[in-house]
């Protein structure tokens, strides 16, 4: 009989491109299980078939169990987990990259580790927040403060767009419903977004924890890419939402958030948002090989060779060294 332990691992060729991706597929009171390359979540209505390689992330909600092989399924494609509660999202779990490749994670590495190259991607950031000004010349203080006015400037924006009030943000970690409506409707917005950007960076083979904006968490660089589609996506759906009805503002933002990130194409556009991002006068077709299997060994004066060959009591590199096993 053939078992999970001898299927051979998907290869980047095999798997669903991050930005072709579900957003997210949120399930909850039930139980997630595995058949062959697919999860099913089986509940009192029966049992619901979910291609595994075409999720970007799974929120599973209150009431849900889920197999240790259905975890195996989803770590292989790649697909971040999250467990959520019950008036909010949060993220604890990721599936492993869907790149070979480093290109990205050395980039973002070098672009983190010099002073002036960090503050050009945050003003690069804040140029693809708001495309009607130059960051040109900001100090990090001034982005800041032209960040709070314009976040100032979206929320009364869309108050009197929606007719839904603004009487400023509301939010306390740990108690969702101490914020007025439309309070409630932004956070579950926000926990959605930060998640799907953690699915997209991790899945990129990038380090969630350097931030070129935000700073000394471990999830530094998701809420930098987060932030980039709040004033355009996350915080319009929240007010849309608040202005719908008051009963479960918080599943019926995640749902409408969802359907409207699948009908932008958020996740194919934040792909490329990172690679322009990290490596920006690369070629867009050739910046990131995202089936490259190879592993090379560093040597001096940035060179490389390849790995698995041995190089001891030889004054050169030569092509044909000694192979290690």
């Not at 980047?12 to 991050?18: A, D, E, I, V």
């Not at 929240?238 to 932008?264: I, S």
Request: glycine share 8%; aromatic share 6%; with cysteine.
């Amino acid at each position: 009989m053939t078992t999970v332990s001898r299927r051979t691992a998907l290869t980047p060729r095999q798997l669903t491109r991050t930005g072709e991706r579900l957003s997210f597929v949120y399930l909850e009171r039930c139980t997630v299980h595995r058949d062959a390359n697919a999860i099913t979540a089986q509940d009192a209505d029966g049992t619901t078939h979910i291609p595994s390689a075409t999720i970007s992330t799974l929120l599973l909600g209150p009431g849900t169990r889920i197999t240790h092989q259905a975890m195996s399924v989803l770590g292989e494609t790649g697909a971040a987990v999250c467990w959520v509660g019950e008036h909010g999202v949060r993220y604890y779990a990721s599936g492993r990259a869907l790149t070979r490749s480093s290109a990205l994670a050395e980039a973002q590495a070098t672009q983190w580790a010099n002073t002036r190259s960090r503050l050009a991607v945050a003003r690069a950031m804040y140029r693809l927040r708001f495309p009607d000004e130059d960051p040109s010349g900001l100090t990090r203080k001034e982005l800041l403060g032209h960040e709070g006015r314009r976040l100032k400037d979206c929320y009364r924006t869309q108050s009197a767009r929606t007719g839904v009030p603004w009487h400023g943000r509301r939010y306390t970690p740990g108690d969702f419903t101490s914020g007025d409506l439309v309070n409630q409707a932004i956070t579950a917005a926000a926990q959605c977004m930060y998640g799907i950007a953690h699915a997209v960076v991790t899945s990129l083979g990038c380090s969630p924890a350097l931030g070129f904006v935000h700073s000394g968490h471990e999830l530094s660089f998701v809420l930098d890419i987060a932030d980039l589609y709040k004033t355009e996506i996350g915080i319009p759906v929240a007010f849309d939402t608040a202005a719908e009805d008051e009963e479960d503002v918080g599943p019926r933002t995640r749902r409408a958030l969802r359907d409207r990130l699948n009908e932008t194409g958020l996740l194919d556009r934040c792909v490329n948002d990172i690679k322009r991002l990290l490596i920006p006068h690369a070629p867009e077709a050739s910046s990131t090989s995202d089936t490259a299997d190879v592993v090379t060994l560093q040597t001096d004066h940035d060179r490389v060779v390849a790995a698995g060959r041995n190089y001891g009591g030889t004054d050169e590199l030569p092509d044909g060294a000694e192979t290690v096993w």
